[in-house]
Each structure stands twice: as structure tokens, then as C-alpha cells.
């Protein structure tokens, strides 16, 4: 079956350093790839999507491009802030349409000021 | 325009009872779907509603059962509590324009003791 697989956290990182959370998944066809954001005590927001190969998602100063060669699909900040610490988490949604979506353990981020 | 909402935000309940979670569909959204997050982990899909029918249906036990109603809202219902069912409830929505984008509610903590 489909699954996600990402880098374990905590991730302690101090303000504007550079972000990268790895992410790879396995899924059959073309699944459409997600990361969601989950700040404390507040529900999933999604970050940002990709639906095709080779697509760059982007919001926020946060991009993660679809790689199907690498079947991964890693997010990236160039300069985080204090207010990005939260947890994220890499899903999929596979490619029969009904949305579905299947989720990688989350990451957890803490930027220090 | 309210957002998904769920009902009731926190619940206790005993081991062997029984429990309805509630949701409410973002407007313009017809399919619901719900997902169980134990701590520190990532989302699991339960199942998912379009149509007042269940369309999909993730890896849990009948004891998980649910409904949909004609105005979309919907109902998680779980029997036979056990303890491992305590965890955080999501209930998602989407619309049939944007079936990639599925919108979460702050979901339901429920603790069996």
C-alpha cells in the first residue's frame, strides 16, 4: 500500500537558518504529494501541493518539488522564523481521486530566537 | 464562512463504551472524511463519506462505523472503546472542484480511561 516516510524530529534550529525536511513516499500510479502544518493546539493546514512530476509547490517561503525519479518530495525554507515552529507532515493522496490521504509520522520544528 | 467544525472538542469516556463524534462539512463540500491521530504520530484514514455512502475505507474494525446525513454532515461512531482508540479524531471535508484539497477541523481528543 501507499506510505510516506520522513525525517524524525525534534528539528531545533535557530532563527533564519536554513530548513530541510526529508520526505520520500511509495505509492502506485501518480499520486498527488502534500505537506500539512499543524501549529499547537490548532488542526492540519495544508502547506503546499504538488500534482505532478517535476511540479514546484511553494507558500510561505516554503517550497517542495515532486520528484518521481527519487520519489521524494522534501520541504525546504531558506530562513525560518520563530512563528514556523510547528509540526509538518509529508502525505499523499492517491491518484484514484477520492482523496485519500495517507501521512508520514510528522516532523516537529523548533526555531530558537 | 465557519470552516469545518467538530463536536465536542474533548471527550472522556470508559473502556467499553461507546462514542459519536460529529462534523461539519466547510460549505459547498459534499465529501467528509476521517482520520484518527494517535500522539505523536501522523493522521490514519478511518474512512470516507460521499453521497450519504462510505466510499473508502482505511485498515480499522467494524467497531468504527459511520454516517453521513443529507445536508453532508456526518458522524464517526465507535463501539467497544479501548483504550488505544484514545487519540485526536479529524474530520475533513472537501469539495468536488478541488478534490486535492480537503480541508481539516481541530478534531476531537478523546481519552478512554
Known amino acids: 500500500g501507499d506510505s510516506v516516510t520522513q525525517m524524525e524530529g525534534p528539528v531545533t534550529l535557530s532563527e533564519e537558518a536554513f530548513l530541510t525536511i526529508n520526505c520520500t513516499y511509495t505509492?502506485?500510479?501518480?499520486?498527488?504529494l502534500f505537506w500539512y502544518v499543524q501549529y499547537p493546539g490548532e488542526g492540519l493546514q495544508l502547506l503546499l501541493k504538488a500534482t505532478k512530476a517535476d511540479d514546484k509547490g511553494s507558500n510561505k517561503g516554503f517550497e517542495a518539488t515532486y520528484r518521481k525519479e527519487t520519489t521524494s518530495f522534501h520541504l525546504e525554507k531558506g530562513s525560518v522564523q520563530v512563528s514556523d515552529s510547528a509540526v509538518y507532515f509529508c502525505a499523499l493522496s492517491d491518484s484514484g481521486g477520492y482523496q485519500k490521504v495517507t501521512f508520514g509520522t510528522g516532523t516537529k520544528l523548533q526555531v530558537i530566537p | 464562512d465557519a470552516g469545518v467544525t467538530q463536536s465536542p472538542t474533548h471527550l472522556i469516556k470508559t473502556r467499553g463504551q461507546q462514542v459519536t463524534l460529529r462534523c461539519s462539512p466547510k460549505s459547498g463540500h459534499d465529501t467528509v472524511s476521517w482520520y484518527q491521530q494517535a500522539l505523536g504520530q501522523g493522521p490514519q484514514f478511518i474512512f470516507q463519506?460521499?453521497?450519504?455512502?462510505?466510499?473508502q475505507r482505511g485498515n480499522f474494525p467494524d467497531r468504527f462505523s459511520g454516517h453521513q446525513f443529507p445536508n453532508y454532515s456526518s458522524e464517526l461512531n465507535v463501539n467497544a472503546l479501548l483504550l488505544g482508540d484514545s487519540a485526536l479524531y479529524l474530520c475533513?471535508?472537501?469539495?468536488?472542484?478541488?478534490?486535492?484539497?480537503?480541508?481539516f477541523g481541530q478534531g476531537t481528543r478523546l481519552t478512554v480511561v
Open positions: 475533513a471535508s472537501s469539495r468536488p472542484s478541488s478534490r486535492l484539497r480537503a480541508f
Open positions: 463519506y460521499y453521497e450519504e455512502e462510505e466510499r
Open positions: 505509492a502506485t500510479g501518480y499520486p498527488s
